[in-house]
């Protein structure tokens, strides 16, 4: 039942535009060099760089200035060695290792300091710090909690996927769902986003159930389209945390049926989000005095989710070779993965 023979990633349907930042190939190229200045990536930097880093910033940043579409892929390289080394540890058994990286990260985040200590010097940590402190001296005090307690979310969701994949064993679906909303990483780069394009909602606006579902639903929408295209690899190494592979275990499916599933329940989380789009417009229309500016702002943040939908999807069917990669494919590391990174004291 659980083959996955001819696998192919089917059309979401996504009904929006997209355009690309002119100067993408470029931030590419210097999230690169910086991973490398970093000593993030030694080895294997074409294939490093083939996942695209800058095209995907260039897609979902809007009309920002060059510098933050740049800084956006400088933090989404980051992201993207901090969870292929997160895997590593997991597959050889070194998660006491992951302990110390943290901690320090969570010590710079919560003191905006870093410490001179071993850990603080480990390239995760070092690279964290740089990429940290200029994310947040270009945001509002509000904008950077918001932003510091999303990363927060991230590095406690690594841990919940170890647990999946360790004695834990597969989470409900539904807890999956929650998870994945913040393993995705996709938080703390749309505070990013929006505050590259001087977008600062109250948290009376943030806190509205239909804004929230609209939040909920677009991240849905992106992390399940990650499921999809990721499936071959996290099906190849066993790892389940996969809402392709979850489903068929959980509802006896073929592993073709459950990415059909998914498809559809992508399609329902499309029609979710533009939903929850018009009632909030319907009831700021309706509120007397409504704020021009304000109604402007959270037009302006919608759209930004709608650039990431298509844009991530984009993205990974044409400017990433992450997800066509033969060793990606058959499950392995990443060449460029340095097993010596984050080691056991």
Same mark, same amino acid.
């Given at each position: 039942?659980? =083959? *996955?023979?001819?696998?192919s990633?089917p059309d979401?349907h996504?009904?929006f &535009?997209?355009?690309?930042? !002119?100067?993408a190939a470029r931030?590419?190229e210097e999230?690169?060099?910086?991973?490398v200045?970093?000593?993030?990536v030694?080895d294997?930097?074409?294939q490093?760089?083939?996942?695209g880093?800058?095209?995907l910033a260039g897609?979902?940043s809007g009309?920002?200035?060059?510098?933050?579409?740049a800084?956006l892929a400088?933090w989404m390289?980051?992201?993207?060695?901090?969870d292929?080394?997160?895997?590593?540890?997991?597959r050889?058994?070194?998660?006491a290792?992951?302990?110390?990286?943290?901690?320090?990260i969570t010590?710079?985040?919560?003191?905006?300091r870093?410490?001179?200590?071993g850990?603080e010097?480990n390239p995760?940590?070092?690279g964290f710090?740089d990429?940290?402190?200029r994310?947040?001296?270009?945001m509002?005090?509000?904008c950077?909690?918001?932003?510091?307690?999303?990363? =927060? *979310?991230v590095?406690?969701?690594?841990d919940?996927?170890?647990?999946?994949r &360790?004695?834990?064993?597969? !989470?409900t679906v539904?807890?999956?769902?929650?998870?994945?909303?913040?393993?995705?990483?996709?938080?703390?780069m749309?505070?990013?986003?929006?505050a590259?394009?001087g977008?600062d909602?109250p948290?009376?606006?943030i806190?509205l159930?239909?804004f929230?579902?609209?939040v909920a639903?677009?991240?849905d929408v992106i992390?399940w389209g990650?499921d999809?295209?990721s499936?071959p690899?996290?099906y190849a190494?066993?790892?389940?945390?996969?809402?392709?592979s979850?489903i068929?275990?959980?509802q006896?499916l073929s592993?073709?049926?459950?990415?059909?599933?998914?498809e559809n329940?992508?399609?329902?989380?499309?029609?979710d989000y533009?939903?929850?789009?018009q009632?909030?417009?319907?009831?700021l229309?309706?509120g007397r005095g409504t704020?021009p500016a304000?109604?402007?702002?959270?037009s302006?943040c *919608?759209?930004t989710?709608?650039d990431?939908?298509?844009?991530?999807d984009?993205?990974q069917?044409?400017?990433?070779?992450?997800?066509s990669?033969e060793r990606?494919?058959?499950?392995l590391?990443?060449?460029y993965?340095?097993?010596d990174?984050?080691?056991v004291?």
């Open positions: 039942m659980n =083959r *996955l023979d001819n696998f990633v979401f996504l009904p &535009g997209n355009a690309k930042h !002119p100067q931030a590419n999230a690169t060099a910086w991973v200045r970093h000593g993030l030694t294997a930097l074409e490093f760089s083939g996942i880093c800058g095209h897609r979902v009309d920002v200035p060059y510098e933050r579409v800084l400088e390289a980051w992201s993207f060695v901090l292929d080394q997160h895997d590593h540890l997991i050889n058994g070194q998660l290792a992951w302990r110390p990286v943290v901690g320090a010590a710079y985040l919560d003191t905006g870093a410490e001179e200590s850990d010097r995760l940590v070092s710090v990429v940290c402190g994310i947040v001296s270009g509002s005090e509000a950077a909690a918001r932003y510091r307690a999303h990363v =927060r *979310l590095l406690r969701s690594l919940q996927e170890a647990g999946n &360790g004695t834990d064993g597969r !989470p539904e807890d999956y769902v929650l998870m994945r909303r913040n393993s995705s990483q996709l938080l703390p749309m505070d990013m986003v929006e590259g394009l977008i909602l948290p009376r606006i806190e159930p239909d929230q579902e609209a639903s677009t991240l992390s990650n999809v295209f499936l690899k996290e190494c066993g790892d389940t945390n996969n809402l392709v979850l068929s275990a959980r006896g592993l073709r049926e459950a990415v059909h599933e998914v329940r992508i399609q329902l989380r499309i029609e533009l939903a929850a789009k009632r909030l417009f319907h009831a229309d309706a704020d304000l109604r402007d702002a959270i302006r *919608l759209r989710y709608e990431w939908m298509i844009g991530a984009l993205w069917r044409y400017e990433c070779t992450r997800y990669d990606f494919a058959a499950g590391e990443s060449a993965t340095r097993p990174l984050v080691s004291a």
